[in-house]
């Protein structure tokens, strides 16, 4: 039989927009022995992470808790939900995960309509409410950061609107959460989706969701008991019931409720895991970590500045945590990506469809967003540049970077 | 703001048919640092662990690989990818998770017959070969261990039945993946469904799964290229597309090949896990694995019949990783887990549906199953079980197991 050898990653600094490096307290967290789905003590963490995921998403609902599956998961359970086949969903497209929401929503039977715009930009507050007061539409599904694209859609006034038409605006905040606000109740967001592999800096593999009563509403309306656990006082199933099983919100808020109702079993440690993430996350406080993202990005780009490079997209929409740079003429954008990683263990990313081989995303999220990491992707990324070619003023990037620290440290601290 | 403690979870010796204990060298192994999802070490990961599972599940098979979720997720994704709306699935049941294999094919538009069996037995093969003949389905779902009932379905013969009328034969092997055979190929099974919680002693988040070429072949019919990834050159999508993003084995299959085209982010940590159980699996080799849980169910069956208790179910199809016990007349069953648990740090688990209150269930799974835990639990249950005022001959149970273990030592070892 073939000998399989003992895992042994390299260490990396992981510079991409997701998933990015975990901090060493959830490593940790995940190597705990686990406790069934039932014990009281784990109920009880269970409980508690719902607490916890009521601060980091700013709201006051009852239903915040995770998705056992990665960060698409989470939007295809909260879509699968509210979605009934023929309704009209609106989705703003700025990039490639605007696709992705058409894409999940037409499965559901949606019939979709779409407003799009050149990537690299964002829509005007106007632009959307003329499109929803136009198409009347059920639900209105957006993104809220573009890490395609690197912008980062303004939510303010769009779920006023929704609500005075009575439509459901569902936000994918995966790349936002726990780096930049996202005031669910303050912008009267009706679902969020949240991810754990970005700023969160917990592995991939659960995606935190919040929704409130409007949701919960047609969600109950689509309710049914699972089969298996029906007896004879169980009520008569929904007709229009859920087209997923495991992603029926109304069965998991069940299993999320004091009535714990066997649905899954709950991925223990990435509960754990998930659970010291956001520790983190309210331990450091959501307005210094924002104003950390914000520190770390203004180093990271008065230094790609200084080396002479050309950022990309609408400076005015600019996503903190995603810095996303033009690859220079006759420069092989895969190549420089390559050898940053095998002789500098940094990895940064490229991009989707239209901006394949145009540009270098360069995320700074959550446990990767620090000094250390920006300054040593700053000096590879020169270093990588000059061997292929590249003429630009060498050693001027980490100095920008630095000067950039010495200034807004007054201002910051982090 | 609250301040929340440091993670503290009790050490429990947990004999439930799932979640069960992990491997200490699985949970280290998630506490490694990760990788990018397309850093060349990962996803030379991802590929190593193709190969692992194609030996765990007996197969040739060229698809082998997670579904990022718990179990019921990779029930979904089979299913989903394979039933068209108005194909006619057949289900036999005999126990819970039979119901689920309903709703689930239900919820993808499917026409559902089912054959029902009293729980606590199962079908003979006859049974449902007469079924197949009779309804012509175009897949068949079964399960092959029920927890619920603690019974096995023998799965030998139906596969050739499945060919010959043009069916597939999806089974759900979450329970006995890696306790006890389950032979992909020689049963002819199309697609099988394991789960990690089990006996893999995994923590749950994560569900391997392997299908042939027929089922490829169905899922090829249906694939579409994400809309965000799509440019000039991909071909126009299926018509029939699967009711799922998150579950599309057509777009998984393309992201676990060599084109690695995007689609989630790989559950790195729980990857880590993964291969790790499964790598702990093929140490022990499959036979001594199997073997092993023989011996430690045949140690607590003497323990719990010399205690005068009464098993549930048909013997000659007893699971061999779930032993089901009548709760004693006059005792409160939830009483006597709720003191296992408090005092002695161990958790049984009690049963769904018609059989709620009536049975206890106790697991012998993977890392949970060994000599010292099935010890521990016959003393701690007859110990409960005499301060809840049960009659029973004090001491035997353990000396049973003892005689068990000394007499089977001879035939196997572990």
Redesign the interface.
């Known amino acids: 039989?073939?000998a399989?050898k003992d895992?042994a990653?390299?260490?990396?600094t992981?510079m991409?927009p997701?998933?990015v490096?975990?901090d060493p307290r959830v490593?940790?967290?995940?190597?705990?022995?686990?406790?069934?789905?039932f014990?009281?003590?784990?109920t009880d963490?269970m409980n508690?992470t719902m607490?916890?995921l009521r601060?980091l998403f700013q709201t006051g609902n009852r239903w915040c808790y995770p998705i056992?599956?990665?960060?698409?998961?989470g939007i295809?359970a909260v879509l699968?939900s509210v979605i009934e086949p023929g309704d009209k969903v609106l989705v703003p497209i700025y990039?490639?995960?605007?696709?992705?929401l058409?894409?999940?929503a037409?499965?559901?039977?949606a019939e979709v309509v779409i407003i799009e715009r050149e990537w690299g930009g964002v829509f005007s507050q106007g632009e959307i409410a003329e499109a929803i007061r136009r198409e009347r539409p059920q639900i209105v599904a957006m993104v809220h950061g573009e890490t395609?694209t690197g912008c980062i859609q303004p939510l303010e006034g769009i779920g006023a609107i929704c609500r005075e038409l009575d439509a459901l605006l569902v936000i994918d905040a995966v790349a936002t959460i726990g780096g930049v606000p996202v005031e669910t109740d303050a912008w009267q967001l009706d679902a969020v989706i949240g991810g754990t592999?970005k700023c969160l800096s917990v592995?991939?593999?659960m995606s935190p969701i919040t929704y409130n009563e409007r949701v919960e509403a047609k969600i109950l309306q689509r309710k049914s008991i699972?089969?298996?656990?029906?007896?004879k006082n169980t009520p008569a199933s929904a007709k229009r019931?859920?087209?997923?099983?495991?992603?029926d919100l109304g069965q998991l808020q069940d299993y999320w409720s004091p009535a714990r109702l066997?649905?899954?079993?709950?991925?223990?440690?990435?509960l754990?895991?998930l659970?010291?993430g956001v520790?983190l996350v309210?331990e450091e406080?959501l307005q210094q970590r924002f104003a950390r993202h914000k520190l770390h990005e203004a180093a990271l780009v008065s230094g790609l500045c200084a080396m002479g490079l050309t950022l990309y997209g609408d400076a005015t929409c600019k996503l903190p945590v995603v810095t996303c740079i033009r690859i220079p003429d006759h420069v092989m954008g895969e190549s420089v990506r390559s050898m940053l990683?095998q002789y500098f263990g940094i990895?940064i990313a490229s991009s989707?469809?239209p901006l394949k081989g145009q540009i270098w995303r360069i995320g700074t999220m959550g446990f990767s967003c620090n000094q250390k990491n920006v300054l040593h992707v700053l000096g590879a990324l020169e270093a990588v540049l000059i061997w292929h070619g590249v003429d630009l003023p060498a050693g001027k990037a980490v100095q920008a970077a630095l000067a950039s620290y010495a200034e807004k440290k007054e201002e910051f601290t982090c």
Chains 1, 2 share one sequence.
Do not use: W
């Not at 037409?106 to 039977?109: A, N, V």
């Open positions: 039989m073939k399989y895992l990653p390299s260490l990396r992981i991409t997701g998933p490096e975990v490593l940790r967290a995940m190597s705990y022995p686990i406790l069934g789905q014990d009281p003590e784990f963490m508690e607490e916890m601060e056992d599956g990665t960060s698409r998961s295809e699968v990039g490639r995960f605007g696709n992705l058409v894409e999940i037409e499965r559901c039977g395609s592999q592995p991939a593999g699972e089969r298996g656990l029906q007896d019931k859920v087209r997923s099983n495991y992603f066997n649905h899954h079993t709950e991925a223990t440690s990435m754990y895991a659970r010291e520790r309210l406080g990683l990895e989707f469809g």
